[in-house]
């Protein structure tokens, strides 16, 4: 018990750092300054720096098939399950600290010397699962292909990310996305009315923070929602 504890924590420290300064800024000597254990510790748990990056990206990864089965399962149309989940991964990858880590190592990934998960892969897979849902129970609009618009709705969401990273931390995601789906929705749904569906959806997924409230806090460790899978 006492070393999975120890494993966790270091993990967590090293997530922290990886977030703040990326793979080639940190060193073992900087885990072991932030976690207080040993560098002989941190070996002994992680052989070495790639390691512990892909116990990182594994655990990004590992976070959301429980989540995913979760919307998936629920008791609601097919696009609003989408919508739903698209906003609690958002939330994840804005407030766990893990979940920010394993995405920006991978994008480092050439920098690592140890292959790690393709990412986006499964993703595409349970957006064409949902989308086909969708199609089936009449939800989306007859010219839509659900395989080819699940590589494209992908694409947007992490692009999205990608910007909104950039810009300001992902503080505004919500509302980012929230957009995104307005002009998606638009072409996806059989008789459009992006507004009530994304209403809907924020009556039972309400966003983590009131739009003036304190931004959440990207530095302490934390965990996503659920378990990431080469999501």
């Known amino acids: 018990m006492q070393a999975e ?12 750092l990886f977030d703040e300064r990326g793979y080639a800024g940190t060193s073992i000597s900087d885990i072991s300054t932030l976690s207080g254990r040993t560098s002989g510790a941190i070996y002994f748990h992680y052989a070495s720096k790639e390691k512990l990056a892909l116990a990182v990206v594994e655990e990004h990864f590992a976070s959301w098939p429980r989540l995913i089965d979760r919307h998936r399962s629920a008791d609601r149309p097919a696009l609003e399950k989408l919508v739903g989940l698209s906003f609690t991964v958002a939330r994840a990858f804005r407030d766990d600290v893990v979940v920010r880590a394993g995405s920006r190592l991978w994008m480092e990934h050439k ?19 949902l989308l086909t849902e969708a ?7 007859t010219a839509v292909d659900p395989v080819a618009a699940a590589h494209s709705v992908v694409c947007a969401f992490f692009g999205l990310h990608t910007i909104s990273d950039a810009l300001d931390g992902r503080e505004h995601i919500e509302e980012r996305l929230h957009e ?8 996806l749904q059989a008789d459009p009315d992006p507004a009530a569906l ?16 304190p931004a959440p806090d990207r530095t302490a460790p934390g965990r996503a929602e659920a378990e990431p899978s080469r999501l």
């Open 5 to 16: 504890l120890t494993r966790r924590a270091l993990l967590e420290t090293a997530a922290q």
């Open 111 to 129: 920098a690592i010397a140890t292959p790690l998960p393709t990412p986006f892969v499964d993703w595409i897979g349970v957006v064409a699962e």
């Open 180 to 187: 995104l789906w307005l002009l998606l929705l638009g072409a």
């Open 135 to 141: 199609h089936a129970h009449g939800e989306l609009a």
């Open 198 to 213: 994304l209403d809907r959806v924020r009556a039972d997924h309400p966003p983590a923070t009131a739009p003036d409230g």
